[in-house]
């Protein structure tokens, strides 16, 4: 699976957009750019994730470079509760890949009043 | 729908002993794994189990083993315990999309000290 790098840690004001990158220069065409967060004293909560179109639900929206290298992690209202740590995967969506995610160190977000 | 549960929350072992972990799996679900995660760090994968036998294995010593009963539910045993080992244990159940990564569900951990 490709690397990423991710900033350790940033910080967002409640209610304001909160933009989270990742770089993945070493992505492969096959593989998926995958979000978690994990609330502090909870397992990871999977975000959402894409190929190479950005992606919106109702948690989020991924923004993939054209030559996907690196993605964003938009939370377009951060509250309180977004405060966590973001994963940024990288993995290719067959069984071949194997079944594992890797997780590297993540950012620590903290949304402030 | 209960999600993934895991038991004990929290527990405290001396060096040298043996501790088992348990977890059940979110309703539906059939695979199993398992992540150790230090203090300050991402989850590390241990193992992955799938019609109770172990389907792929992390970078960990034999001192860590698992078993996955008919019912999905799973134990992770450690043996000959280290301070090293003091760490939130996760389990994650998946179904067949699973394997697509975006089908994990993880549990609250159990969380292990050694003492």
């Known amino acids: 699976d490709a690397k990423t790098t991710q900033p350790p840690s940033m910080d967002c004001a409640e209610g304001r957009a909160a933009n989270l990158p990742c770089n993945h220069s070493?992505?492969?065409?096959?593989?998926?750019v995958y979000w978690y967060r994990q609330i502090h004293s909870q397992g990871p909560q999977y975000i959402i994730h894409?190929?190479?179109n950005n992606e919106t639900n109702e948690m989020a929206s991924l923004i993939i470079t054209e030559d996907r290298k690196s993605s964003t992690l938009i939370l377009p209202h951060a509250t309180l509760r977004d405060t966590a740590v973001y994963y940024c995967i990288v993995r290719s969506k067959n069984n071949n890949a194997g079944n594992m995610l890797t997780f590297g160190g993540g950012t620590r977000l903290m949304v402030k009043p | 729908d209960a999600g993934v549960t895991q038991s004990p929350t929290h527990l405290i072992k001396t060096r040298g002993q043996q501790v088992t972990l348990r977890c059940s799996p979110k309703?539906?679900?059939?695979?199993v794994s398992w992540y150790q995660q230090a203090l300050g760090q991402g989850p590390q994968f241990i193992f992955q189990?799938?019609?109770?036998?172990?389907?792929q294995r992390g970078n960990f010593p034999d001192r860590f083993s698992g078993h996955q009963y008919p019912n999905y539910s799973s134990e992770l045993n450690v043996n000959a315990l280290l301070l090293g080992d003091s760490a939130l244990y996760l389990c994650?159940?998946?179904?067949?999309?699973?394997?697509?990564?975006?089908?994990?569900?993880f549990g609250s951990g159990t969380r292990l000290t050694v003492v």
């Open positions: 070493t992505i492969s065409g096959n593989e998926y």
């Open positions: 189990y799938y019609e109770e036998e172990e389907r």
């Open positions: 894409g190929l190479k």
């Open positions: 994650a159940s998946s179904g067949g999309q699973g394997a697509l990564g975006y089908g994990y569900t």
């Open positions: 309703s539906g679900h059939d695979t």
